[in-house]
């Protein structure tokens, strides 16, 4: 998968996350409201609809600190399994709370409110949306049939409900896809000036732009940033041996390395030119920021990429400097951007693959 389809990817989680956000808040106070009304109504007193009903709003509320937390430390992985469990543990409370609600009052209103929910709001792929409604359907039935030994009309009912929702789910998913889709395409067309063709990652142009309102507003905060420029050791000799082409895939591979490093909303990858690349990180410690760089060198060392200079190792390496600080008046990214240069430079003289910060040398 290549960068740009990787960020189209991370972007549709994101929206998904979101959506899952405002419907967590909305369903927390909808369950809470529901019971309450039942409850004085005396409509319904089995066990499995109080079950299910302080479940789902377990969930509910359990989604909204997981979902969030993730979104805050950018652990996509984790928030794209999360969405999709959060949204297969809430239709299935709706879909058994509507079906006990209508045995006890004969109101259909709750099981057409959860397909609506069902049509307008789970995020899902075709294949996952596919699998969500035979689920649903064969879960229903069962539930109806076997726990509460509800009649066939009733069964029949639901089953048209069900699959008049699954259409109508599945025209919109289809549309909204498609729209975000294009979205994502106007955007990615719109900051294309900003980022490298060859890796997808941003440019020096780019982190230019994002610096002059970062650095005030770092200082506004007091928030610590810092840089780490990364060079791919003897990538000349890499070059002249595999030539050029061989050499874009090493420099693709290596981008990739960095941008699933740098896991943060507020990381920003780039490559500054030829075989340079740079990181800039916020809050992080000087401490984090040294664990960060070897992570990154970790990472590029994993892929074995075979080399053509064998003085440090017969894979590809990196050496890396890095620099810290806290932005105000007195200091500017320039500064910041130089200190770490020479950060490279003495990590290169330093026999290459490590990280320096300072004059301090790691992962020799």
């Known amino acids: 998968m290549s960068i740009r389809q990787k960020k189209y990817a991370e972007y549709l989680t994101t929206w998904n996350c979101k959506r899952c956000l405002y419907s967590g808040k909305i369903l927390a106070v909808v369950f809470p409201v529901l019971g309450v009304l039942i409850f004085f109504m005396k409509e319904t007193e089995t066990a499995v609809f109080w079950a299910v009903l302080i479940g789902a709003e377990v969930i509910q509320l359990a989604s909204l600190l997981a979902i969030s937390y993730m979104m805050k430390e950018g652990m996509r992985d984790a928030m794209s399994i999360v969405y999709k469990l959060y949204y297969a543990l809430t239709i299935l409370s709706l879909v058994v709370l509507s079906v006990s609600e209508h045995r006890q009052s004969g109101s259909l209103i709750l099981l057409v409110g959860t ?9 899902l792929s075709r ?4 699998v969500s409604a035979y689920a649903i359907m064969v879960i229903a039935v069962i539930y109806c049939i076997l726990i509460f030994d509800m009649g066939v009309r009733f069964v029949v009912d639901a089953a048209i ?3 008049a929702a699954v259409i109508l789910g599945s025209y919109s998913q289809d549309n909204m896809r498609y729209k975000e889709k294009l979205k994502s395409e106007l955007k990615e067309k719109t900051i294309s000036s900003e980022h490298d063709a060859l890796t997808g990652l941003m440019n020096r142009w780019g982190l230019e732009k994002q610096i002059e309102y970062l650095w ?14 990364i060079d791919i050791d003897f990538f000349k000799k890499y070059n002249d041996k595999f030539g050029h082409p061989e050499g874009d895939k090493c420099l693709q591979k290596v981008a990739n390395a960095i ?8 990381d920003i990858a780039v490559r500054t030119g030829g075989e340079e690349f740079l990181v800039f990180v916020q809050n992080m410690t000087e401490k984090e920021i040294i664990k960060f760089a070897l992570m990154i060198r970790d990472k590029v060392a994993e892929l074995k990429i075979p080399h053509a200079c064998d003085e440090i190792s017969k894979y590809v390496t990196v050496s890396m400097g890095a620099a810290y600080t806290y932005p105000n ?12 240069d020479r950060a490279l430079y003495k990590a290169k003289d330093s026999g290459r693959n490590c990280v320096v910060c300072g004059d301090v040398v790691y992962g020799k």
């Open 127 to 130: 294949k996952e949306q596919k």
């Open 115 to 123: 397909m609506a929910y069902y049509v307008f709001v789970p995020a």
């Open 216 to 229: 005030p507003y770092c200082a506004r905060i007091n928030s610590p940033v810092g840089i780490i420029e």
């Open 329 to 340: 008046e007195k200091n500017n990214f320039q500064q910041l951007y130089e200190e770490a």
């Open 259 to 266: 941008h699933d490093s740098a896991r943060r909303s507020s």
């Open 161 to 163: 409900v069900f699959a």
